[in-house]
């Protein structure tokens, strides 16, 4: 059974400051998705990783993709408030629709 | 503009009532999903379906149902057998596995699920 875990669950840090969400997945799978969660919405995709050593970069954040160590990252470089959100990671089985979220990490960035 | 639009967006149900969530598509996406979620957590899957007229079960589809005879639409009935049926629904479609972006997930804005 495909588990996906999250670390941290929440985070709290200043603005201009650097931090990695880390997310952990038990089974192997090409696919590796991350996205974000303002309070009271919907979800909003960010990054589609879909191989081993995958990087991608959208202004502030990059997530990577370890696909051997079943991990993937999302950095955030110099925080600032409007990144306060939750965000997600979610991983689908090799060859399977079925995606699994894994549990949210809830950021808040104090100016 | 394509998107996907779920209905109600809000809905209170008495105990012992069946309600039936909307879900509908324009994007032409062959997968559709639901997935639940409940405050302060994560989304967990209730029922995926990859082509018209196939779902499958997720993790959590006790309680509920689902219809898909046409490619645009995936409709979730809440029915009375589910026991906390209080929580955020969201239905999601997705791409076919190719491409650039393969399989990536877009939401619907959500239904909220109030049992009274």
């Known amino acids: 059974e495909l588990k996906v875990e999250q670390n941290p669950l929440f985070l709290s840090m200043q603005e201009g400051k650097n931090y990695t969400i880390y997310c952990n997945y038990s089974?192997?799978?090409?696919?590796l998705y991350w996205y974000r969660q303002d309070p009271g919405k919907s979800l909003e995709s960010l990054f589609v990783?879909?191989?081993?050593?995958a990087v991608k970069q959208e202004g502030r954040l990059m997530a990577s993709l370890d696909t051997k160590a079943r991990l993937s990252t999302l950095h955030i470089t110099a925080a600032v408030h409007d990144l306060s959100a939750t965000y997600f990671c979610a991983v689908a089985s090799s060859g399977t629709y079925k995606y699994i979220f894994g549990t949210g990490t809830r950021l808040k960035v104090l100016a | 503009d394509g998107g996907i639009t779920q209905s109600p967006k809000y809905l209170f149900r008495k105990e012992g009532q069946n309600v039936t969530l909307s879900c509908e598509q324009n994007?032409?996406?062959?997968?559709m999903y639901w997935y639940r979620q409940d405050p302060g957590q994560g989304l967990r899957l209730i029922y995926y379906?990859?082509?018209?007229?196939?779902?499958q079960k997720g993790d959590i589809a006790e309680g509920y149902s689902v219809s898909r005879e046409k490619k645009e639409s995936f409709p979730l009935t809440v029915t009375s057998a589910q026991k906390n049926p209080t929580a955020f629904y969201l239905c999601a479609s997705s791409k076919n596995l190719a491409g650039e972006r393969s399989g990536e997930l877009f939401f619907g804005e959500g239904s909220r699920l109030t049992v009274l």
């Open positions: 379906s990859q082509i018209v007229n196939d779902f």
């Open positions: 089974t192997t799978s090409d696919r």
């Open positions: 994007l032409n996406h062959d997968a």
């Open positions: 990783l879909l191989s081993n050593g």
